[in-house]
């Protein structure tokens, strides 16, 4: 089993966080996204959509999006549980996992695609003014979330899961994206020191 | 419990099909999205983000997003499973749910909101360059789609999974979109007739 890995993009950088949690180590094969080495035939003819990061089985199976990666990892291993736990834990989580998906990482990687010079090559036609309509979007979610932080410690309830994977990642990313957390969103400050501050941030 | 549905919109027909498919009858709450009902009390006190379907507990639990309610059901109603099985089974249709919701769906209902004249209140601001620039990636998707589906009768694999039902919606919500699959997509076609003909595609 091998990994494709994208170093310091967000998506890699998620499964990276899974498998710290996990405790799993698997043999990562590193890809230089900033030479856009992903669209070059190892990582193309592993993924035709040429995106990381993607797992290859010892017998060549494919998987590839980060979060189905994370999901095979959860069925081979299902301690600690970042899916939930029953039913409902697992809806929840999945929930969370959609919403801060949705609403806060993919309105920033907007943002940071459709600004930023470096992106250009990658984000074709980059449309500046939807990069900006997604920031005041990322700030409203943020605040939404800061209210449901204050009555819990974790995006999806008690436990940490990988609705929190997905929000850590997003939040660091809000940075080359050049958006900041407001002052007033205390609750979601807590919450990414405290969860920055686990080994598995810096996977 | 009761799902409050929002009628002809692609992510509450996601939920009834997916219901459809497992034999399961949930009573209905609709909401008028037309007339923005989504935006008003009965929603917005159940969902902060204003967006259908909601699912409510008898006990007055919440659980949104589509894909989160679907995954309820699986849970508590393991067959037909629409969510794979096994680890790597599930793994595969995670993937391809994915793949599909963001290289088809997300296309296309971004090319609906940014473009239709209908959604200048829904989408703020609305860009239609962004709407625009989302239908040659909806259409490349599509081409990628026909060549996997020539060795397959499903998205995900031989058997029928919550894959089909977003790519059934997604390619149904093509229609006001203005976008069309391209007529040498014969294997996109053939799977869409199929999947379309079954009972649940009407629910």
Redesign the interface.
């Given at each position: 089993m091998k990994l494709f890995d994208g170093g310091r993009a967000p998506n890699p950088r998620r499964v990276r966080t899974f498998l710290a949690e996990k405790g799993l180590q698997v043999p990562l094969v590193p890809v230089d996204m900033g030479a856009l080495e992903h669209k070059e035939q190892p990582v193309s003819s592993r993924n035709?959509?040429k995106r990381l990061p993607v797992l290859e089985?010892d017998d060549g199976?494919i998987?590839?999006?980060s979060?189905?990666?994370c999901?095979?990892f959860e069925?081979?291993h299902p301690e600690p549980a970042l899916f939930g736990r029953?039913?409902?834990g697992?809806?929840?989580v999945?929930?969370w996992q959609?919403?801060v998906e949705f609403?806060l990482f993919g309105c920033v990687a907007a943002a940071f695609r459709h600004i930023h010079p470096a992106m250009k090559e990658w984000e074709i036609?980059q449309?500046p003014?939807?990069g900006e309509?997604n920031k005041p979007k990322a700030i409203e979610f943020l605040r939404?979330l800061d209210a449901e932080l204050a009555g819990r410690e974790f995006v999806a309830g008690d436990a940490y899961s990988i609705a929190d994977i997905t929000g850590l990642v997003a939040i660091d990313f809000m940075k080359p994206a050049r958006i900041k957390v407001p002052e007033e969103c205390t609750n979601v400050l807590r919450w990414y020191r405290e969860i920055s501050s686990r080994p598995s941030a810096a996977a």
């Open positions: 035709p959509l089985l199976t998987i590839t999006e979060v189905a990666i999901r095979y069925e081979l029953g039913a409902l697992k809806a929840i999945e929930m959609r919403r609403n036609p449309i003014e939807w309509a939404f």
